[in-house]
């Protein structure tokens, strides 16, 4: 039966569910080396395009959007409503091809993650109210949802995530066995201590939620061309897309692929290898079971944590799908390597139930009555997954007007969320919220092949493990990005990943508990980091700072151009100061660290995680400006060593002749030295707030560097110290973290129109009487038993011995003295309104105290 055929029987019978027409299908499977039935309509001329396509081709477009799978659809759907004219989309085949026709089809409003929170919740407001907008019905069940909590730490996650919730417009309780059973009557109840209920989550059919939002785009304008593969990607020089295919060229001012597991060979078009790759995934469908056709209201979706599967109904039957372990998955690699195979979109893979077994008899023995019910179906079929399992979403930095959509694991969920997001972001200049988690330039050329590969393997294998606060994950690591003491430090202590980098978190010494011991409470790196913030409070210590993002900007325009980029007065030549990059709308997008080395040269230091991110919103403001400048990322060829500590400067001066002093040095300076006979570029700040200095040093001389600093520092009491002493130490001195409390510039105007308006909520500092446990960020702030707002960031402060935080109160709440609740694991602790800092920085205890002495 042809894809047409089945689409007619579907509107002809809705009884017919999406499953039957997947079974119709399931005869389609691929096999290496099949040859594949298509639509080609590479034979067509552009005159015959029009009776091929059904309508007439459009030579121009605002956007054109590639793939029409149910993120494309949605995309489109979202620029159209907003009012945007010519938005077009070009699929290849058949809406729908590629993952969303076999797709399960979840919906939850759940996410542990503080952003796509807010990517569920719009998708399910979206599709809740999508078939009255569209008059085409989209299968939305929303029986709510359960995730099932049968281990202790199980139990500590989901109280974790209450308290990241509670501050979210969105319903989640954390609920007994007796709720729990209650909802789910079906359940053995043995294993079970509790669960996280979420109602309004459920099911969709993604092929009528697709062709819904494909109705809607078409009802607002926008053209959706099928068959029309793209054949050929071409910039021009002012910015748009020549966009070819077999009908014709299309002139475009962006575009935008959204191609699911083919977003590689579209990449490729235009010199990208996107790190996406496909995941075989498996679900199993039953036969109707007495049991669940006697129930008298659909059962909730389940989400057995442990054993690693998602179940739900399915008319009178069941569904459940497994995510097996790393060493069992099944990657679809070759596809990496040799493309995806001609004509494949509506075909599945080969199934394999013994590689699900474990999975199963899990699954019956908390479902018993899947013991005896027939399956009448296993679905195996391609989805997406990235190194790290986000989507790729955003413009992309290296070329003008390319926008990604890609690599969605969840992408029936994030589907609706995800094309608001893009429409919003390109029709008014800037994201509507922060995203950057999954920002398309977050990956570059240190992700290759075998990376990309083990990373997917562990992001599979490890869907479900317990999701602790820092956690890591060790796959494909180390990458190339290791810094010049890389060799020397990584036996010494705990790594972090970053961007890439190898990066210390804490030190290990004889005695410690060592590795990686992940943990709701504070776990063994909870000492170790304190004798780390003696170090640095009292001698001197030595980090490990090569994984912050490096840019040289220069030229002709250079000062115009960072002037039109920073709300702040340029620094003199050298110089050093923070500035802020804002949006249109005076919101944070960046903070950057700015030096003026030579008059119209500067050095840009940013943090790893923000590398491409903040490199494409320059690129894109020079480009569009008309700037004359030079933009060079130097992130790989600098390595950086902070130093600091009231010992600093007698280590560094052993090493120099040139003056160190507070006069010969001051603050914020910024000088080239020679350092043991090696030069090095130093800044005389530290992120500790402590006396000490960045040295930024080519990556091959910085072992040499490091080696003489810690020979010269013997007397001094010179040791390492790494990210979690810093972050402390950072804190207690009242210094924001970026990500966390996020000329005429750039959103100058909305700036003055907010400060006329005046604010509604302030970021406060506060102190918390806690126990074995310290905020992290995103807890619920409570008052009188309401909440009232949410915390930034937080740490244990070990010179005031006590848990502190950033948290965003409303004015009213604000004042010093102000008592109010943080929630942490499920319990409200004690907290108050401080004056920050607790600690004051070494410049200002320096110039206090000197202060003092002149009055005497």
Same mark, same amino acid.
Request: one cysteine or more.
């Given at each position: 039966?042809?894809?047409?055929?089945?689409?007619?029987?579907?509107?002809?019978?809705?009884?017919?569910?999406?499953?039957?027409?997947?079974?119709?299908?399931?005869?389609?499977?691929?096999?290496?080396?099949?040859?594949?039935?298509?639509?080609?309509?590479?034979?067509?001329?552009?005159?015959?395009?029009?009776?091929?396509?059904?309508?007439?081709?459009?030579?121009?477009?605002?956007?054109?959007?590639?793939?029409?799978?149910?993120?494309?659809?949605?995309?489109?759907?979202?620029?159209?409503?907003?009012?945007?004219?010519?938005?077009?989309?070009?699929?290849?085949?058949?809406?729908?091809?590629?993952?969303?026709?076999?797709?399960?089809?979840?919906?939850?409003?759940?996410?542990?993650?503080?952003?796509?929170?807010?990517?569920?919740?719009?998708?399910?407001?979206?599709?809740?109210?999508?078939?009255?907008?569209?008059?085409?019905?989209?299968?939305?069940?929303?029986?709510?949802?359960?995730?099932?909590?049968?281990?202790?730490?199980?139990?500590?996650?989901?109280?974790?995530?209450?308290?990241?919730?509670?501050?979210?417009?969105?319903?989640?309780?954390?609920?007994?066995?007796?709720?729990?059973?209650?909802?789910?009557?079906?359940?053995?109840?043995?294993?079970?201590?509790?669960?996280?209920?979420?109602?309004?989550?459920?099911?969709?059919?993604?092929?009528?939620?697709?062709?819904?939002?494909?109705?809607?785009?078409?009802?607002?304008?926008?053209?959706?061309?099928?068959?029309?593969?793209?054949?050929?990607?071409?910039?021009?020089?002012?910015?748009?897309?020549?966009?070819?295919?077999?009908?014709?060229?299309?002139?475009?001012?962006?575009?935008?692929? @959204?191609?699911?597991?083919?977003?590689?060979?579209?990449?490729?078009?235009?010199?990208?290898?996107?790190?996406?790759?496909?995941?075989?995934?498996?679900?199993?469908?039953?036969?109707?079971?007495?049991?669940?056709?006697?129930?008298?209201?659909?059962?909730?979706?389940?989400?057995?944590?442990?054993?690693?599967?998602?179940?739900?109904?399915?008319?009178?039957?069941?569904?459940?799908?497994?995510?097996?372990?790393?060493?069992?998955?099944?990657?679809?690699?070759?596809?990496?390597?040799?493309?995806?195979?001609?004509?494949?979109?509506?075909?599945?893979?080969?199934?394999?139930?013994?590689?699900?077994?474990?999975?199963?008899?899990?699954?019956?023995?908390?479902?018993?009555?899947?013991?005896? @019910?027939?399956?009448?179906?296993?679905?195996?079929?391609?989805?997406?997954?990235?190194?790290?399992?986000?989507?790729?979403?955003?413009?992309?930095?290296?070329?003008?007007?390319?926008?990604?959509?890609?690599?969605?694991?969840?992408?029936?969920?994030?589907?609706?969320?995800?094309?608001?997001?893009?429409?919003?972001?390109?029709?008014?200049?800037?994201?509507?919220?922060?995203?950057?988690?999954?920002?398309?330039?977050?990956?570059?050329?240190?992700?290759?092949?075998?990376?990309?590969?083990?990373?997917?393997?562990?992001?599979?294998?490890?869907?479900?493990?317990?999701?602790?606060?820092?956690?890591?994950?060790?796959?494909?690591?180390?990458?190339?990005?290791?810094?010049?003491?890389?060799?020397?430090?990584?036996?010494?202590?705990?790594?972090?990943?970053?961007?890439?980098?190898?990066?210390?978190?804490?030190?290990?010494?004889?005695?410690?508990?060592?590795?990686?011991?992940?943990?709701?409470?504070?776990?063994?790196?909870?000492?170790?980091?304190?004798?780390?913030?003696?170090?640095?409070?009292?001698?001197?210590?030595?980090?490990?700072?090569?994984?912050?993002?490096?840019?040289?900007?220069?030229?002709?325009?250079?000062?115009?151009?960072?002037?039109?980029?920073?709300?702040?007065?340029?620094?003199?030549?050298?110089?050093?100061?923070?500035?802020?990059?804002?949006?249109?709308?005076?919101?944070?997008? @960046?903070?950057?660290?700015?030096?003026?080395?030579?008059?119209?040269?500067?050095?840009?230091?940013?943090?790893?995680?923000?590398?491409?991110?903040?490199?494409?919103?320059?690129?894109?403001?020079?480009?569009?400006?008309?700037?004359?400048?030079?933009?060079?990322?130097?992130?790989?060829?600098?390595?950086?060593?902070?130093?600091?500590?009231?010992?600093?400067?007698?280590?560094?001066?052993?090493?120099?002749?040139?003056?160190?002093?507070?006069?010969?040095?001051?603050?914020?300076?910024?000088?080239?030295?020679?350092?043991?006979?090696?030069?090095?570029? @130093?800044?005389?700040?530290?992120?500790?707030?402590?006396?000490?200095?960045?040295?930024?040093?080519?990556?091959?001389?910085?072992?040499?560097?490091?080696?003489?600093?810690?020979?010269?520092?013997?007397?001094?009491?010179?040791?390492?110290?790494?990210?979690?002493?810093?972050?402390?130490?950072?804190?207690?001195?009242?210094?924001?973290?970026?990500?966390?409390?996020?000329?005429?510039?750039?959103?100058?105007?909305?700036?003055?129109?907010?400060?006329?308006?005046?604010?509604?909520?302030?970021?406060?500092?506060?102190?918390?009487?806690?126990?074995?446990?310290?905020?992290?960020?995103?807890?619920?702030?409570?008052?009188?038993?309401?909440?009232?707002?949410?915390?930034?960031?937080?740490?244990?402060?070990?010179?005031?011995?006590?848990?502190?935080?950033?948290?965003?109160?409303?004015?009213?709440?604000?004042?010093?003295?102000?008592?109010?609740?943080?929630?942490?694991?499920?319990?409200?602790?004690?907290?108050?309104?401080?004056?920050?800092?607790?600690?004051?920085?070494?410049?200002?205890?320096?110039?206090?105290?000197?202060?003092?002495?002149?009055?005497?």
């Amino acid at each position: 039966m042809s894809h047409l055929d089945s689409y007619i029987c579907y509107i002809q019978f809705p009884q017919v569910t999406w499953l039957e027409l997947c079974r119709w299908y399931c005869c389609r499977l691929y096999r290496p080396g099949m040859q594949h039935l298509t639509c080609d309509p590479s034979f067509l001329s552009s005159s015959d395009a029009a009776s091929v396509l059904g309508k007439r081709w459009k030579d121009t477009a605002e956007t054109v959007i590639i793939g029409g799978g149910c993120v494309g659809a949605s995309v489109a759907y979202h620029l159209a409503k907003s009012g945007m004219k010519d938005v077009v989309l070009l699929e290849k085949s058949d809406l729908t091809a590629g993952s969303t026709w076999h797709a399960a089809g979840l919906t939850t409003y759940y996410h542990p993650g503080i952003n796509l929170k807010k990517v569920h919740y719009d998708s399910l407001k979206l599709y809740e109210r999508l078939e009255a907008e569209t008059g085409q019905a989209v299968g939305l069940h929303q029986p709510g949802s359960v995730r099932i909590a049968s281990s202790p730490a199980r139990v500590d996650e989901m109280k974790y995530q209450m308290t990241r919730t509670h501050w979210h417009v969105t319903e989640q309780y954390l609920i007994g066995p007796e709720k729990v059973k209650e909802l789910f009557p079906l359940l053995n109840m043995d294993k079970v201590l509790a669960g996280l209920y979420t109602p309004g989550d459920g099911h969709i059919d993604p092929y009528s939620l697709t062709m819904a939002l494909a109705a809607g785009a078409r009802m607002y304008g926008a053209q959706i061309y099928n068959p029309a593969p793209v054949t050929g990607l071409s910039p021009r020089a002012d910015g748009k897309w020549d966009v070819q295919t077999p009908h014709g060229t299309i002139l475009a001012n962006r575009i935008v692929n @959204a191609t699911g597991f083919w977003a590689r060979e579209v990449g490729k078009m235009i010199g990208f290898d996107h790190p996406t790759i496909p995941v075989h995934h498996q679900y199993v469908v039953t036969a109707t079971v007495p049991e669940v056709k006697a129930l008298k209201k659909e059962l909730p979706v389940i989400r057995d944590l442990e054993g690693s599967y998602y179940l739900r109904q399915e008319r009178d039957g069941l569904l459940f799908g497994p995510y097996e372990k790393m060493e069992k998955m099944k990657l679809q690699d070759s596809w990496v390597t040799d493309g995806v195979p001609p004509g494949f979109g509506k075909e599945l893979f080969e199934s394999d139930l013994d590689r699900i077994m474990e999975h199963v008899e899990m699954a019956m023995e908390m479902v018993p009555v899947l013991k005896t @019910a027939d399956i009448v179906n296993i679905v195996s079929g391609p989805i997406t997954y990235t190194p790290d399992l986000l989507p790729m979403v955003g413009p992309h930095q290296g070329v003008r007007n390319y926008w990604t959509a890609i690599g969605f694991g969840y992408g029936v969920i994030h589907a609706g969320g995800i094309g608001k997001f893009l429409s919003d972001w390109i029709r008014n200049g800037e994201p509507p919220y922060d995203l950057i988690e999954c920002d398309p330039n977050r990956y570059s050329k240190w992700v290759d092949v075998p990376f990309l590969c083990a990373k997917a393997r562990e992001s599979y294998g490890f869907n479900n493990v317990v999701g602790y606060p820092k956690e890591e994950r060790f796959a494909g690591r180390p990458t190339y990005r290791q810094s010049g003491v890389y060799q020397l430090l990584k036996d010494k202590g705990s790594m972090g990943f970053h961007a890439g980098w190898e990066q210390p978190h804490w030190f290990y010494k004889p005695g410690d508990e060592t590795g990686y011991k992940p943990s709701f409470r504070r776990t063994n790196w909870f000492k170790p980091v304190g004798r780390e913030y003696q170090l640095v409070m009292e001698k001197v210590g030595v980090i490990d700072l090569t994984p912050f993002a490096k840019f040289i900007v220069k030229g002709k325009d250079s000062n115009r151009l960072l002037d039109r980029l920073v709300a702040n007065t340029l620094p003199k030549v050298g110089v050093t100061n923070i500035s802020h990059m804002l949006t249109p709308a005076g919101k944070v997008f @960046a903070e950057l660290t700015i030096t003026q080395l030579t008059p119209g040269e500067f050095l840009l230091i940013t943090g790893s995680g923000s590398e491409g991110h903040d490199l494409s919103w320059i690129e894109t403001e020079a480009q569009d400006g008309g700037y004359e400048v030079d933009i060079s990322n130097v992130t790989e060829d600098i390595g950086v060593l902070g130093i600091a500590g009231p010992n600093s400067r007698k280590v560094l001066q052993k090493l120099t002749n040139e003056d160190l002093s507070d006069a010969g040095f001051k603050f914020l300076q910024c000088k080239s030295i020679q350092l043991a006979g090696i030069p090095v570029r @130093a800044i005389r700040i530290s992120y500790t707030g402590e006396l000490g200095w960045e040295l930024y040093i080519d990556q091959k001389n910085m072992a040499a560097v490091y080696q003489a600093m810690m020979e010269a520092g013997k007397d001094e009491g010179i040791d390492n110290f790494g990210t979690y002493a810093m972050s402390s130490l950072r804190l207690e001195k009242g210094f924001r973290g970026w990500g966390a409390e996020p000329a005429d510039f750039i959103g100058k105007a909305a700036l003055q129109e907010i400060k006329a308006k005046g604010l509604k909520r302030k970021l406060s500092y506060i102190t918390l009487d806690t126990d074995n446990i310290d905020p992290e960020g995103n807890e619920t702030v409570w008052h009188n038993g309401k909440v009232v707002g949410n915390t930034t960031s937080g740490a244990y402060s070990y010179g005031t011995q006590q848990s502190l935080a950033f948290a965003y109160l409303p004015l009213e709440l604000c004042s010093v003295g102000q008592k109010v609740e943080v929630e942490l694991l499920g319990r409200k602790y004690p907290a108050m309104v401080v004056q920050e800092p607790l600690v004051l920085t070494e410049p200002t205890r320096t110039r206090l105290q000197k202060k003092a002495k002149g009055k005497v």
